[in-house]
Every structure is written in C-alpha cells, then in structure tokens.
C-alpha cells in the first residue's frame, strides 16, 4: 500500500490563482480530512468527509472547497489564493469515523506571494 | 467541546535523560487520546493511543503515556532520550461518542535533544 499521497509536494501561487491539492488513499478508509499547520497553530482542520458524496467544514473551512467523488480521493480546492493561505497542508484518513486513528500524507508546502 | 494544552511548546533534554512531554484535555466524557510524532519535513505518524483499558499504554520507539482521569492528562513518557527522538509531538484528543467528531490537535511541543 502506498497509504495516503499528496501532491504536489511544494507549490507558489500569485494572489488570486486558484489550485487543487490533490489527496488519494489505497486503504479503502471512510475517512479523509484536511489539515492545515502553521507555526505554534498546531493542525486546524479544514474539510472533512466520512464519505464518498460526504462532506463537512472544519474550523477553518473559508476559501476552500472539497468534494468527495469517489473513497479514494479527496481534492482541497483553494478559489482565490491568498497569502493568509500560505501554509503546509496534509491530508489525513482512516478506516472511519469512529476509529480516529489518522494516517497522514507527507504534507503539500504552499507559498502564495 | 474538547481541547487540548501542551504545556511548553519547546522541550530540550540532554541524551539519555528522562523525557516527558505534557498533554491536558478538557472533554465531557472519557475521551480517546493520542499522540503523533513529526519528523522535519514529514507527516504525522502516530505514537501511541488510549481508548479504553489499560492507562498505561506503550507505544513505537519507547515511549508511553498514562492516562489520568482525575488529572485530565495524558503525559508522555521516555526513559531515557535519544538524539533520533528530536521532533514535534502533538496530542490529540476526540470525544468517542460523536461519531463525526474529528480530532482536536494541540499546538504541539518541538523536543531538542543535546548531545
């Protein structure tokens, strides 16, 4: 098993651009999430879904999108980049909701200048 | 809603010597805890956990936590430090009862650990 991919792995963006990060996991897990870390933050969940067509907002959900087509992938769509953006991303996932034992990505760095 | 303090954000300790990182909780029920390991530049892999059973619980590379009610802490523990433990810990914490409740992270403890 590949366990859970991120790409891409760094990325900078202008202010305005829009880009999908891009999350897949070959457990067959329930569970996926975003996570967004930024220095003495800690990890501030973004989206979160405990499903294929399932999805809910986190603490930090605003000018960002998800969709859940299928088990395995789960994009993080971000609409108008802007610099209070710039942060390290992962995405996490589990078998479901109710075991919240998480296995996270190696994390996507993203700089909007 | 729970939440999670780790007190001190930056740990350092020397080679060999006792390692404890602190985690307190606030949850209206027994909750699930955890703590996950960061390696520069990697994700989170996880530690350790306690749902139910034994407090004690041990976990890869040495370490343990003890799961206190009455204190509401979830320490972790090594015995003895080594230069490879140098990373960010963080603890988390999730109320098992919610079904749809994801994980409350803690704003983590960088470890140093001098030679």
Request: hydrophobic letters at 30%; aromatic letters at 12%; proline letters at 5%.
């Amino acid at each position: 098993n590949a366990g859970v991919t991120q790409t891409p792995k760094f990325q900078v963006l202008k202010t305005g651009q829009s880009m999908t990060l891009q999350c897949a996991q070959d457990m067959n897990h329930e569970y996926m999430s975003w996570y967004r870390q930024d220095p003495g933050m800690g990890l501030r969940l973004i989206h979160y879904s405990v499903g294929a067509g399932i999805t809910d907002q986190g603490e930090v959900p605003n000018g960002y999108n998800v969709s859940r087509s299928t088990t395995e992938d789960f994009p993080l769509r971000l609409l108008s980049a802007a610099p209070s953006q710039t942060s390290v991303y992962f995405c996490a996932s589990s078998y479901s909701y109710t075991s919240k034992e998480q296995y996270f990505g190696p994390g996507t760095r993203l700089t909007v200048t | 809603a729970q939440s999670v303090t780790q007190l001190g954000s930056h740990v350092s300790v020397s080679e060999g010597a006792l390692v404890l990182l602190r985690c307190n909780y606030s949850s209206s029920v027994p909750p699930y805890l955890f703590w996950y390991v960061q390696y520069p530049n990697q994700g989170l892999q996880l530690l350790l956990k306690y749902t139910t059973g034994a407090t004690l619980v041990k976990g890869i590379n040495g370490f343990e936590a003890e799961f206190k009610k009455s204190e509401t802490s979830f320490h972790l523990t090594k015995p003895s430090a080594h230069m490879s433990d140098a990373a960010e810990y963080f603890c988390a914490v999730s109320d098992p009862e919610t079904g749809n409740t994801p994980l409350v992270f803690g704003k983590g403890t960088r470890l140093s650990v001098i030679a």
